[in-house]
């Protein structure tokens, strides 16, 4: 996996949660992942397809999915409720948005899908061109984990290649 797909998925995340929870974060414990996806709490995923395609996952501790989202709601918000759900895919959102516009500006071209939420405790594991690279978000209301499996698409490569 190339760091110049995953650089821009590491500085929007970092600003989005710096700026949505109000305080510092350090980004810690960078590894290749070969085996499954096992989720830890509340998990959005988004996909993407175009000249890179793979997927991005956001998963964090019930317990700071409850902080993040009552910080950014301004409020304090039941461990139960849907809003806590709504709020990690709507910070999924704005990471994958903000990320995609910085590759779109390097001449990728992207579809994004809507996020959605991961349910099953394992997801899908790497494959042997398609790597994930897991980091931690240290912020003020917790663990943020980010789980990237990108890859080329063949005639992405050759298309980007191009256009230069």
């Known amino acids: 996996m190339r760091m110049e797909l995953i650089q821009p998925f590491i500085n929007s995340a970092d600003a989005v949660l710096a700026q949505g929870l109000q305080g510092p974060t350090s980004v810690e414990n960078l590894s290749m992942e070969e085996e499954a996806y096992r989720r830890r709490g509340v998990a959005a995923e988004i996909c993407l397809t175009g000249d890179i ?69 394992h997801g899908t594991k790497s494959s042997e061109d398609t790597e994930a690279l897991v980091m931690c978000f240290n912020t003020t209301s917790g663990t943020v984990f980010m789980n990237v499996a990108l890859r080329y698409h063949p005639s992405g490569v050759a298309e980007h290649a191009v256009a230069g």
């Open 53 to 121: 395609e793979g997927r991005i996952i956001f998963d964090l501790a019930p317990e700071v999915a409850v902080k993040v989202a009552s910080c950014m709601a301004g409020e304090e918000l039941p461990q139960t409720n849907d809003l806590v759900r709504e709020t990690v895919c709507e910070l999924a959102n704005q990471i994958i948005g903000n990320a995609v516009t910085t590759l779109n500006d390097q001449g990728f071209h992207f579809r994004v899908h809507p996020p959605h939420m991961l349910t099953t405790e």
